[in-house]
């Protein structure tokens, strides 16, 4: 059966995910994706999930401080959000268990917070994704994750999944972890609404014939699909009060950049600037005196960049060349182009005002080291005021110290991050 709800356990576990939202606010809103379900200590010792809810034994929750059911919470979070659940494929379920408690781990350890006795973060697998992990691990290994992750059929098994001969049609795993209702939510801690939630919330879970979610085939990659979805809506809010450091922003960009285009990418962001606004500004006294909304649009200023290093190919700069030419039609922009190694090029800048295609020079110059401060003086020693910088590299060169106060994006060739700008995957 079910556990018996603890009125202490719930009061540790709504505390401790209230701080989060304010201290942690990218953090604390993946938390808030996934209700919270007393769970039977007869399967769950610690805590668990299934990417739909987060289960834990009331005991434990007991046992825990406060800093470390923080910890527990944003570990099951993360577990969801990085799409540990369907990324196993072939791979031994308890060994890629241990790889991404691990990979998990040292993240939230990174951030500062306080791991639980017994979790997984040995450093020398810091920077690694679970698919690195994995490998460097023996597969005899006795390691324990902290948790369980009941994302599949093989996961189920383990809480022993088994039909109730009592009930038909419904599971033991499921009878203990929902109660004799299935997978009601009655008497659990629900999670508060996300305005980004309605219109990615699917309907109703999908059940397998075993009673349990199902999280194979198509309806793991909705799932997984989902959790992106929310990761983002995360990011967007914790970078919207100033709190989305560093660490988690390269993670939510390689996420989107493992599954758009960069091209995709670009276009979002500079469609973005073409925004039309109603203005109230005082018209011309012939008008007459009433003064009637009107639509204005500005034209958006862009910077364009190109590294001539040579660490990028002239073919490819132009396949970039002829996706800004056509973005640029979309929203008439006026971009200015610069070409630099470790200085500006000769020329630069090149004027394109928003009648006039976007095309490379014949010579851009270049085959020198790379600095990309040239660019940033010219930018502030001009005087444009640029509505966002576009530069093309590979990210392997000198960057200003602090960044400007025009949005950069970072059109990266290679795995070299960036030190602040937002970052786009090209390969």
């Known amino acids: 059966m079910s556990a018996d709800i603890d009125p202490l356990a719930v009061t540790r576990l709504s505390t401790a995910r209230a701080r989060l939202l304010l201290e942690r606010p990218f953090l604390g809103s993946l938390v808030m994706y996934l209700p919270l379900k007393p769970a039977s200590p007869s399967w769950c010792k610690t805590i668990a999930t299934d990417a739909h809810f987060i289960y834990y034994n009331p005991a434990y929750v007991l046992d825990r401080t406060l800093p470390e059911l923080q910890f527990l919470l944003c570990h099951e979070a993360l577990h969801c959000a990085l799409g540990h659940g369907h990324r196993r494929s072939h791979r031994i379920k308890r060994a890629w268990d241990v790889a991404c408690d691990h990979a998990v781990n040292l993240l939230l350890t990174e951030e500062g917070m306080q791991p639980a006795p ?51 049609g419904v599971s033991k795993a499921q009878s203990e972890v929902g109660g004799d209702e299935g997978w009601s939510d009655a008497g659990n801690i629900a999670p508060s609404n996300h305005p980004s939630e309605a219109a990615t919330q699917p309907a109703e879970v999908d059940v397998a014939q075993d009673g349990l979610p199902d999280f194979g085939g198509a309806v793991g990659e909705a799932l997984a699909s989902l959790w992106r979805s929310r990761m983002v809506a995360s990011a967007q809010a914790a970078r919207s009060q100033g709190a989305l450091n560093r660490t988690w922003r390269r ?28 203005t109230y500004q005082r018209p011309s006294r012939r008008e007459g005196d009433a003064i009637f909304p ?33 973005l640029k039609g979309q929203i008439r922009a006026h971009v200015t182009l610069l070409a630099c190694d470790d200085r500006l090029a000769a020329g630069s800048p090149w004027d394109f005002p928003p009648e006039r295609p976007f095309v490379l020079p014949e010579d851009l110059g270049g085959g020198g080291g790379t600095r990309f401060t040239p660019v940033f003086d010219w930018l502030d020693q001009s005087g444009l005021l640029a509505s966002m910088v576009i530069y093309f590299t590979d990210a392997l060169g000198e960057f200003p110290e602090a960044p400007p106060l025009v949005p950069v994006l970072w059109l990266v060739k290679g795995n070299a991050p960036t030190p602040w700008g937002e970052r786009i995957q090209l390969n």
Not at 297 to 319: F, W, Y
Request: glycine share 6%; net charge negative.
């Open 118 to 168: 017994g979790c997984l973060a040995d450093t020398v697998y810091k920077g690694l994704s679970a698919e690195e992990i994995y490998p460097l691990l023996d597969k005899a290994t006795d390691a324990e994750p902290i948790d369980l992750h009941v994302f599949d059929f093989v996961g189920r098994a383990e809480i022993g999944a088994l039909r109730s001969p009592s009930k038909p």
């Open 251 to 278: 993670i939510v960009d390689e996420s989107i950049a493992a599954q758009l285009p960069w091209n995709s990418i670009l276009a979002t962001r500079i469609m973005a600037l073409a925004r039309a606004d109603y």
């Open 294 to 326: 009107a639509q204005s649009q500005s034209e958006p200023r862009i910077v364009v960049a190109l590294d001539t290093s040579g660490s990028v190919g002239i073919e490819e700069m132009r396949q970039f060349a002829v996706e800004v030419d056509a």
